[in-house]
């Protein structure tokens, strides 16, 4: 069985090593059902995921977000909610080194990517095929240090998409 499906019929195992157990579907869809989403139309990238057990919220600019395809637009949302599902923060990456912190952070956008690519499933296999088209053209370039190449990104997507 491969791995990813294991993770979504047990909600036990960890996604590509993440230090939280990734939920069940049911357990992240009660998760998700409580997420609010902010419009903020200062915020300098297209989303971001706050992840809080009992209020978590994804922030988005909504003039950048509709820069993009629709279907981008719903992958780059889905990933938000990877985040808010593995329980991803800023604090475990900021404890550590110096020098493992931005890969600590890499790591964590990687799991969402593949975790969004997975979840949008078969159903949505355009959203995350645009991800993929996206991130290639993109190619080794980063965002910033926090952030894993489009290469690697869209690698990853495409290795944990549903055949």
């Known amino acids: 069985m491969p791995r990813l499906l294991r993770i979504a019929l047990t909600g036990l195992t960890t996604l590509a090593g993440a230090a939280q157990p990734v939920p069940s579907n049911?357990?992240?869809?009660?998760?998700?059902?409580?997420?609010?989403?902010?419009?903020?139309?200062?915020?300098?990238?297209?989303?971001?995921?706050?992840?809080d057990p009992n209020h978590p919220v994804i922030y988005?600019?909504?003039?950048?977000?509709?820069?993009?395809?629709?279907?981008?637009g719903a992958f780059f949302m889905a990933h938000e909610y990877?985040?808010?599902?593995?329980?991803?923060?800023?604090?475990?990456?900021?404890?550590s080194g110096a020098g493992s912190r931005n890969r600590v952070l890499q790591e964590k956008e990687l799991e969402a990517?593949?975790?969004?690519?997975?979840?949008?499933g078969a159903d949505r296999r355009d959203a995350s095929l645009a991800a993929v088209r996206f991130f290639t053209r993109v190619g080794d370039t980063r965002f910033?240090?926090?952030?894993?190449?489009?290469?690697?990104?869209?690698?990853r997507i495409l290795s944990c998409m549903p055949q």
């Open 113 to 120: 990517d593949c975790l969004a690519a997975f979840r949008l």
């Open 26 to 51: 049911e357990v992240a869809a009660l998760v998700e059902s409580r997420v609010r989403e902010i419009a903020d139309a200062s915020l300098r990238d297209v989303a971001m995921a706050v992840y």
């Open 60 to 72: 988005y600019n909504p003039q950048l977000l509709n820069r993009f395809s629709p279907e981008l």
């Open 82 to 95: 990877a985040h808010i599902a593995l329980r991803h923060t800023r604090s475990g990456a900021l404890r």
């Open 144 to 155: 910033d240090s926090e952030h894993p190449s489009g290469t690697e990104r869209a690698k």
